[in-house]
């Protein structure tokens, strides 16, 4: 199974940029679906972006995010990244990278990088 490594969390003021990485242990083009998820202390995990090159290249944001955070396929087809632009303190969490080989969850998640905005 594909194993998950995040990485590039950390503290950022208000307004700033962030760009958090997944290494995934597998070329996972054409196989996975690669996500971004987030949990918030005390909230539930919530999605934040997906991607996928199965049936045609796709992305999708959740509402909260669109326009200011953006993911992408890295030139090794192992890399994921989600780059963060003006950074609100309700961006606040853990951040994971999840893989699904199924259309309808994701099987397989990273452990996780602290952000943190300051306001």
């Known amino acids: 199974q594909v194993q998950l490594v995040e990485s590039g969390g950390g503290l950022v003021q208000a307004g700033g940029s962030l760009r958090l990485s997944c290494t995934a242990s597998e070329r996972t083009e054409n196989r996975y679906r690669m996500g971004w998820f987030r949990q918030a202390p005390g909230k539930e995990r919530e999605f934040v972006a997906g991607i996928t090159w199965r049936s045609g290249f796709r992305t999708t944001y959740a509402d909260s995010v669109k326009g200011r955070f953006t993911i992408s396929r890295g030139n090794a087809e192992n890399t994921v990244y989600l780059q963060m632009n003006s950074l609100k303190p309700e961006d606040t969490a853990v951040y994971y990278c999840?893989?699904?080989?199924?259309?309808?969850?994701?099987?397989?998640w990273g452990q996780g990088t602290q952000v943190t905005v300051s306001s």
């Open positions: 999840a893989a699904g080989l199924s259309s309808v969850r994701y099987e397989f």
